[in-house]
């Protein structure tokens, strides 16, 4: 232990005169990182190919790899099959239907055939109450005319309540075979809730890329066996550093959101390069000065952190050091 901090004293002293090499004054100082992002795997299964390599740059929302679906693909199909083998389960009632839907028009032609022939006798009825009534012709006829058309009328009164009895039927017949085939479908709409998840666990086979940036570390290989959760590589978007260093409670009055700064980075001759940043982030919360942070008031107890969005021109790596004046 007492010879780690040996060698890092002397490592602090040459960074703090580097940092104060020259002309340069500086209001902070801090490193740069980037958001690391994590992808893991969202399935489980062998993983048929991976399009991944360190250093590599990915696009957002690409397919850089997939894990085997096959066992998902044969809980699909089975799925599936459930499904379609209900609707093979429900009951036509259009058979039955048709049956008493034709013995409702045979009734039908009925009843208007004795209606006519109410029509023929009523005329005769009352051709024989004239005679009768001119004493042309005995009562006895027109007695039998008047029986002829009380049995037409309760003929007919039977055959319409004969055709409400079949059109009852038909109803009947309907609403049973409906109640029947809801109760079958009713299972219809889970099981294709089921087919639905399953589709989403044989999407999530596919391995797609979040974000676009640069892959910084692979942890799985094409052929190997991986389980849901489990990483597959790291990848960050390099194009803007975010350069996280420390001010002084005195220094917060100098600083606000979006205010341009600026950043100087060693270019390893001796000198350094100067971009521009704009400040992201600001805490609202001191801390401890992190042991290999210097301030511009040395090693003062308590620090605000800050983050400071500079573009990336290629040079800048994650762990770098930089210089900020305000």
């Known amino acids: 232990m007492r ?24 209001d902070a100082t801090g490193t740069f990182e980037a958001d690391e992002i994590i992808v ?8 048929l190919h991976l399009n991944v390599e360190e250093g590599s740059t990915l696009v957002k929302d690409s ?7 096959s066992a998902i693909e044969l809980q699909k199909e089975q799925a599936a099959s459930s499904v379609d083998a209900l609707t093979q389960k429900t009951t036509d009632p259009s058979p039955q239907i048709n049956i008493l839907q034709s013995q409702m028009v045979a009734q039908t032609k009925q009843i208007a055939v004795q209606e006519e022939q109410l029509k023929t006798v009523l005329k005769e009825q009352q051709r024989f109450k004239n005679l009768v009534a001119a004493d042309a012709s005995p009562a006895k006829q027109l007695d039998d005319i008047t029986g002829q058309v009380n049995v037409l009328r309760e003929q007919i009164i039977a055959s319409k309540s004969q055709l409400a009895v079949l059109q ?17 479908l009713s299972e219809k709409n889970p099981m294709e809730k089921k087919v639905a998840q399953i589709q989403d666990q ?20 094409a052929n190997e066996y991986t389980n849901t959760g489990k990483a597959i590589y790291k990848i960050a978007d390099l194009s803007t ?10 220094q917060l009055a100098q600083v606000k959101l979006n205010q341009q700064v600026k950043v100087l980075v060693d270019d390893g001759k001796g000198k350094y390069r100067e971009q521009k940043g704009i400040i992201s982030w600001i805490s609202d919360k001191a801390e401890f000065t992190p042991k290999t942070i210097q301030t511009k008031e040395e090693r003062a107890n308590l620090v605000y952190a800050i983050k400071i969005n500079v573009k990336n021109d290629g040079y800048l790596k994650i762990g770098m050091y930089g210089e900020v004046v305000f």
């Open 202 to 221: 044989l999407n999530k086979t596919k391995i797609i890329n979040p974000v676009t940036g640069t892959v910084l570390t692979k942890y799985a290989d």
């Open 40 to 47: 893991s795997a969202e399935a489980t299964g062998k993983i």
């Open 3 to 26: 010879s780690a901090i040996k060698f890092l004293i002397p490592l602090f002293v040459i960074l703090f005169f580097a940092c104060n090499n020259g002309n340069n004054k500086y």
């Open 241 to 250: 550093m975010k350069l996280r260093a420390y001010i002084t409670g005195s």
């Open 168 to 184: 009852s039927q038909v109803n009947s017949q309907r609403q049973a075979v409906a109640i029947q085939n809801r109760s079958i």
């Open 63 to 69: 397919v850089v790899g997939n894990i085997d679906p």
